[in-house]
């Protein structure tokens, strides 16, 4: 759209009081930054890509009601550099006159005086609300205006779209707010870092993270840290809790625990409504127990730092969802929000998500406190159900005759311990003996097997590699060996944890079945890679990790080049054929392009490429980045890239190459592939736990169905079970990935938010998704 349309664009970012009914929500989540720069770029750059006049309001609501230099017609340079800084470079502030109607009516006139008639409002539900209150008195407020200021006759409507920013993810509608992943990755590195000096010194560790309505940080953090004890508001314990958890945490040390995590939401209540305060806590263990133990708040420090990966890609991908929505906003389209649904933005009905946020609210009020885990949403529900499954060790209702073993294959990847706990635990809760396999289908053809035991993994969900140890060997080198092994050890169901290679092994196990029967048991694929690139499911255990790994990186190679002259770096990325890797580090630190195999080039566009970047480094722009997928071309190298950028940049610029390499298989898992692990390893062994008992006959069981071979994986917004021979007609085996990939819609939006021109043709709008009882209950997955 041409700036002479009129169509103006305006993100502002506040956290106010708004009205008397949601003031004291809103005082407590005022603080909440939450990450929002990546958001301020992708919706003033969008804006300026379409066309568009944006401005940016300063300081939030208070910046509307004053006008002035609060608020500042943006550039495209104007957002460079800042999608790495936590935050918000526009400033948020509270503003008591933005309640009152006067206060509305000057911020109407400062709108009207810019014509700016479309807004971006980036904030919690009480923001929103506000937002939404302004809009639905805009004609009133014009009215007023209009005895005093002609130029509100020419803008008789106001177009309102949110963008949710909540550390705590309480808002209903979206799987998950801007700034929810950041805080969990605040807190987890906090959590292992006080974990290692509680190793050493046998403490127990009382964490306090924020969360004074919503236990969402405190319920991942401590199913990511496999904490012995949690405190949310969502569920209050019962009376007696203290005799309770004190239990525990003696039962733990006895079965050779060297220290306790106890981690508690800030607005931890017990049954009857009283506050539950970390000190009480240290103290009553101190007094029952006589140990050590500390209290650490964790404070603002959740609302700081960097922004993680997610939050970078999703901020970009809900801020170019903006901006669309308001170009085809009308003056009779309700104000939405745009949220997350599985992997794809959605736009909400704004008010139906803060009718059903206020809902969940009540029924805490109420003490209706399953109900209010409930409300929360389909993934909460089954976070809160799987830490308790996973917490204690509770004796098995019946001894079962069935074994599982479970080994890692391919190659390394964080999150696979994760899911070996979870797999481990849940199969000896199920009454089966469980068996750990050493080096992947090697181990298992050298009888690399043993028993493994609950406390065995106890603290394996935040280290990162794979404790089984894997190999990349496949089945087919040792299948006589591996036969008989599953025949000694009486293996009743094999949990493969791995990538590429172990989707392909459990495919040559499963098609060697008419020639062994011991290979006619369930077999199931958690896939772990950071390739991503495994068929049947949107993302591998380990891919969030390296994104971040890689994004870290890159992050630190730009900030080399602060205050020389300009330079473009070319960095290589690991992924194989698969440009998942490369695409989302691209989008997560605002690359200038992003090469991958599955998006084929030649040498005119990289000429396109060079002369683009050429051109914005004679401007204001002093560093550019380029990604390669290590794979994307066999002629066109990294090397070859970077001598055609050198030569064409001559004089421009200077261009440096880095090679990631294996920085991107190491490091923590991250919180989403902990907690990611975490769920296939449950889910996992409920699937084979239904499989053995349908397929047991005649004391035996023989499972040959295709159904009973299967990658488990998480597609949209559902954990699916998909056969591997069913998977093979979808494969590109020559590639090792899959013959269509998802994220590929993610291309456009690199694109242009690089600036380059682009067919609106490729990018997918977001849907209307009405928020319902029933639409909140599905399980995101994570």
């Known amino acids: ?46 804006g300026i890509y379409v066309g568009a006049k944006v401005y940016l309001i300063y300081e939030g609501y208070q910046g509307l009601v004053e006008g002035g230099d609060n608020i500042k017609l943006a550039h495209w340079h104007s957002v460079t550099n800042i999608i790495q800084q936590g935050g918000t470079v526009i400033g948020s502030a509270r503003c008591k006159a933005f309640m009152t109607r006067e206060g509305r009516l000057a911020a109407a006139f400062n709108l009207v005086k810019k014509g700016i008639t479309n807004l971006c409002v980036c904030g919690g539900d009480g923001s929103l609300t506000g937002a939404n209150l302004f809009r639905s008195e805009w004609s009133s407020l014009l009215e007023e205006l209009v005895q005093k200021d002609t130029l509100a006759q020419q803008h008789d409507h106001l177009n309102i779209v949110g963008l949710v920013g909540s550390i705590d993810n309480d808002f209903c509608g979206t799987d998950m707010t801007i700034g929810a992943d950041s805080a969990l990755h605040r807190i987890m590195e906090i959590i292992d870092a006080i974990m290692t000096t509680a190793q050493s010194h046998q403490r127990t560790f009382v964490l306090e993270v924020m969360g004074r309505h919503c236990g969402y940080l405190a319920l991942v953090s401590a199913l990511a840290s496999g904490a012995d004890w949690l405190f949310i508001p969502e569920a209050p314990p019962q009376d007696g809790w203290e005799d309770r958890m004190c239990a525990r945490l003696e039962t733990s040390r006895i079965k050779g625990s060297r220290l306790n995590i106890i981690i508690v939401a800030e607005g931890a209540i017990d049954i009857n409504g009283k506050p539950i305060s970390s000190n009480y806590i240290k103290d009553l263990v101190v007094k029952r127990l006589g140990y050590d133990t500390r209290v650490t708040v964790l404070g603002h420090v959740q609302r700081g730092g960097t922004p993680s990966a997610f939050d970078r890609i999703l901020s970009s991908k809900l801020g170019v969802e903006a901006v669309i929505a308001l170009m085809e906003a009308s003056p009779d389209t309700p104000a939405c929000a745009i949220g997350l649904s599985g992997n794809k933005a959605v736009r909400l009905p704004l008010m139906e998500c803060v009718e059903m946020t206020k809902l969940v609210q009540t029924a805490m009020n109420e003490k209706r406190f399953d109900e209010a885990i409930k409300l929360r949403g389909g993934s909460f529900e089954n976070n809160w159900n799987i830490y308790k499954l996973l917490a204690v060790q509770k004796p098995a209702k019946t001894k079962s005759n069935f074994s599982v073993a479970i080994l890692n294959v391919g190659a390394p990847a964080a999150g696979m311990n994760a899911a070996v706990r979870s797999a481990v635990r849940l199969a000896i809760a199920h009454g089966h003996k469980v068996y750990a396999v050493n080096d992947g289908f090697q181990g298992l053809a050298r009888g690399v097997v043993s028993e493994i035991e609950w406390h065995s993994v106890a603290g394996w969900t935040g280290q990162g590699g794979s404790l089984l140890g894997t190999k990349r060997t496949l089945p087919s080198k040792h299948m006589e060996k591996i036969v008989e092994n599953i025949g000694k050890f009486n293996i009743s169901a094999l949990l493969v944890v791995g990538g590429f290679e172990a989707y392909r092994g459990v495919l040559e196990l499963f098609e060697a079945r008419s020639c062994y029967d011991e290979l006619c048991i369930p077999m199931c694929v958690i896939p772990a890679t950071i390739s991503n690139n495994v068929p049947g499911t949107d993302f591998s255990l380990g891919a969030d990790t390296a994104v971040n790994a890689a994004m870290e990186g890159c992050d630190k190679i730009k900030q080399s080049a602060t205050g020389t002259k300009r330079r473009i770096f070319v960095v290589e990325t690991m992924g194989g054929f698969c440009g998942y890797l490369a695409t989302c580090t691209g989008i997560a630190v605002g690359a200038d392009a992003a090469y991958i195999f599955e998006d084929p080039f030649n040498i005119h566009d990289l000429k396109t490429n060079v002369e683009h970047l050429t051109e914005k480094m004679k401007k204001d722009i002093q560093r550019g980045l380029v990604l390669r997928n290590e794979k994307c071309h066999e002629s066109y190298t990294t090397d070859f890239i970077h001598k055609l950028y050198s030569a064409e940049g001559k004089g421009i610029f200077d261009c440096r190459v880095n090679v990631l390499g294996h920085l991107q298989q190491g490091g923590a898992p991250s919180p989403f592939d902990r907690n990611f692990g975490t769920k296939l390893g449950v889910r996992a062994i409920q699937w084979i736990s239904e499989r053995l008992t349908e397929n047991f006959r005649q004391d035996r069981v023989f499972a040959n169905s295709p159904d009973t071979a299967c990658v488990i994986g998480l597609n949209r917004k559902v954990i699916s079970f998909s056969p591997v021979t069913e998977l093979k007609a979808v494969t590109d085996f020559e590639h090792r990935m899959p013959k269509d990939q998802w994220w590929l819609n993610f291309r456009p939006l690199l694109r242009m938010l690089a600036k380059y021109q682009t067919s609106f043709c490729e990018y997918v709008p977001g849907e209307i998704q009405h928020v319902t009882q029933r639409s909140i209950s599905i399980d995101s997955g994570f």
């Open 1 to 46: 759209m041409s700036p002479e349309s009129g169509w103006h664009l305006c993100p502002i970012r506040d956290s106010e009081v708004i009205s008397s009914t949601v003031f004291d929500f809103l005082m407590q989540a005022y603080d909440a930054t939450a990450w929002m720069n990546a958001a301020v770029r992708a919706v003033t750059r969008m």
